[in-house]
């Protein structure tokens, strides 16, 4: 099992800045995957950012030039930076992890996730 802790959610006005972290304990070595995702109210939960195996990460385009995820593999955490923060932003955001070694963007290709953060923009 691999259990998964987020942190750094809060509020903040449109434009700022805010950086997530998630931290693995358990068997980690078994994932490869991690990810980032995010789910606002009365929305489906969708795909923020990932980091593969060969630590490239991937963005969704509604993030894509304002969001930075990286990865500290000796520390078993993962990053989300998030900048220029807009209110359609606003969401739980809940960091993930796979088995597999390749990104992946849909939901069921995560086997772990974290309780989940609160991030609210305002305007």
């Known amino acids: 099992q691999v259990q998964l802790v987020e942190s750094g959610g809060g509020l903040v006005q449109a434009g700022g800045s805010l950086r997530l972290s998630c931290t693995a304990s358990?068997?980690?070595?078994?994932?490869?995957?991690s990810g980032w995702f995010r789910q606002a109210p009365g929305k489906e939960r969708e795909f923020v950012a990932a980091i593969g195996y060969n630590v490239r990460a991937v963005y969704a385009d509604s993030v894509k030039g304002r969001f930075t995820m990286s990865r500290d593999a000796t520390a078993n955490t993962w990053y989300l930076q998030m900048k220029n923060l807009e209110p359609e932003d606003t969401a739980v955001y809940y960091c993930?992890?796979?088995?597999?070694?390749?990104?992946?963007?849909?939901?069921?290709?995560?086997?772990?996730w974290g309780q989940g953060t609160q991030v609210t923009v305002s305007s």
């Open positions: 993930a992890a796979g088995l597999g070694r390749s990104v992946r963007r849909e939901i069921n290709d995560y086997n772990y």
């Open positions: 358990g068997r980690t070595s078994s994932t490869y995957l």
